[in-house]
């Protein structure tokens, strides 16, 4: 099976295996949730139950939102450069013989008057449909892929964190979701809006700084509730943004997936890191060894996201996941 994530920065594909369910039933690890049960409140994650096998775990950065925060719509050199990525993506479908595919698109298409040409672009290349789910849809496909296999460390209740690239996707939720919600704030959309300056000046920065705690806010009185009340959650933050930040918190020398995946940063490591990322040109910025090219220009703007939601949130730590929607989408097709 395969599932494809396709957003406003970058576009994903998880070719995965699932433990035949006869196993699970005979190993006592319990069922795997379908996907009517991920997008249904209170429905059961369902990933710690049976946690996927990779096959194949690629991402390309198309930029496919670039400009629909401004414009809305897809303009056609997004939908070339992410056509061309999901050629190759096809290639590695069949020679891995994948018979379900299920590709999500989400920020940018939702957003776009032209989605159309977008879904036909898909079709002709891939020979599926994509779907331009919901942000609700999108934010609990999110936490089934984001809570398997989480260490006692990490107990629940889970807040987890999507920091995309047009939208931030917010859901609580214990072995089941409660609650879920979907921002327009994202590295890509606040980095146009606001920090357009290299580096961004201080007026940009405190203009994305009250822009993203709204936002922020608005969430969190939905997920968590207005008087915020119960254990503080473990916060779970996911994408490139946090798993960036956390690889430059950590002094990487290269992206280490194995070593970012359920590392715990700090508060303090966060604001350091969101601090340095926006005094720094782009230039600079692509010399951090853990920095992928096409993260450089966005990157300060997804930190300042992941800072203000540890402020808003009063948490005083977040655990990094490389696991993530593309990990539900494949678990919804069990």
């Given at each position: 099976?395969?599932?494809?994530?396709?957003?406003?920065?970058?576009?994903?594909?998880?070719?995965?295996?699932?433990?035949?369910?006869?196993?699970?039933?005979?190993?006592?690890?319990?069922?795997?949730?379908?996907?009517?049960?991920?997008?249904?409140?209170?429905?059961?994650?369902?990933?710690?139950?049976?946690?996927?096998?990779?096959?194949?775990?690629?991402?390309?950065?198309?930029?496919?939102?670039?400009?629909?925060?401004?414009?809305?719509?897809?303009?056609?050199?997004?939908?070339?450069?992410?056509?061309?990525?999901?050629?190759?993506?096809?290639?590695?479908l069949a020679a891995h013989g994948v018979e379900r595919v299920r590709?999500?698109?989400?920020?940018?298409?939702?957003?776009?008057?032209?989605?159309?040409?977008?879904?036909?672009?898909?079709?002709?290349?891939?020979?599926?449909?994509?779907?331009?789910?919901?942000?609700?849809?999108?934010?609990?496909?999110?936490?089934?892929?984001?809570?398997?296999?989480?260490?006692?460390?990490?107990?629940?209740?889970?807040?987890?964190?999507?920091?995309?690239?047009?939208?931030?996707?917010?859901?609580?939720?214990?072995?089941?979701?409660?609650?879920?919600?979907?921002?327009?704030?994202?590295?890509?959309?606040?980095?146009?809006?606001?920090?357009?300056?290299?580096?961004?000046?201080?007026?940009?920065?405190?203009?994305?700084?009250?822009?993203?705690?709204?936002?922020?806010?608005?969430?969190?009185?939905?997920?968590?509730?207005?008087?915020?009340?119960?254990?503080?959650?473990?916060?779970?933050?996911?994408?490139?943004?946090?798993?960036?930040?956390?690889?430059?918190?950590?002094?990487?020398?290269?992206?280490?997936?194995?070593?970012?995946?359920?590392?715990?940063?700090?508060?303090?490591?966060?604001?350091?890191?969101?601090?340095?990322?926006?005094?720094?040109?782009?230039?600079?910025?692509?010399?951090?060894?853990?920095?992928?090219?096409?993260?450089?220009?966005?990157?300060?703007?997804?930190?300042?996201?992941?800072?203000?939601?540890m402020e808003r949130a009063d948490v005083s730590s977040v655990v990094?996941?490389?696991?993530?929607?593309?990990?539900?989408?494949?678990?919804?097709?069990?």
């Amino acid at each position: 099976m395969a599932g494809i994530d396709c957003g406003t920065n970058a576009v994903r594909l998880l070719i995965a295996d699932l433990p035949d369910p006869q196993q699970l039933a005979e190993s006592g690890t319990g069922s795997v949730t379908g996907a009517g049960s991920v997008t249904g409140a209170g429905s059961p994650a369902g990933s710690a139950a049976a946690p996927l096998t990779d096959v194949v775990r690629r991402m390309e950065i198309v930029r496919l939102g670039e400009g629909v925060d401004r414009t809305r719509r897809l303009a056609p050199a997004a939908i070339e450069r992410t056509r061309q990525a999901l050629t190759g993506y096809a290639a590695e479908l069949a020679a891995h013989g994948v018979e379900r595919v299920r590709m999500c698109a989400t920020s940018a298409s939702r957003d776009a008057d032209n989605a159309d040409e977008f879904v036909a672009m898909v079709q002709a290349t891939l020979g599926v449909t994509p779907e331009v789910v919901t942000g609700d849809e999108e934010a609990r496909l999110t936490f089934a892929g984001a809570v398997g296999g989480l260490a006692a460390t990490a107990p629940a209740p889970y807040l987890v964190v999507d920091i995309g690239g047009g939208s931030s996707e917010f859901v609580v939720g214990t072995d089941t979701v409660h609650r879920a919600v979907s921002v327009d704030v994202g590295c890509v959309r606040m980095t146009e809006r606001h920090l357009r300056a290299d580096p961004p000046t201080a007026a940009q920065i405190a203009a994305a700084e009250r822009d993203i705690a709204v936002a922020v806010d608005r969430a969190l009185s939905v997920v968590m509730g207005p008087d915020r009340s119960g254990p503080p959650p473990t916060l779970v933050g996911l994408a490139g943004s946090v798993t960036t930040v956390a690889g430059i918190a950590l002094r990487l020398d290269s992206y280490r997936a194995d070593r970012l995946h359920h590392a715990r940063i700090s508060y303090d490591q966060v604001a350091e890191v969101t601090a340095d990322l926006l005094a720094m040109p782009v230039g600079q910025r692509l010399r951090i060894p853990v920095m992928h090219p096409g993260r450089a220009d966005v990157i300060a703007a997804g930190a300042l996201v992941l800072r203000i939601v540890m402020e808003r949130a009063d948490v005083s730590s977040v655990v990094a996941s490389e696991h993530d929607i593309l990990d539900g989408i494949c678990l919804s097709l069990r």
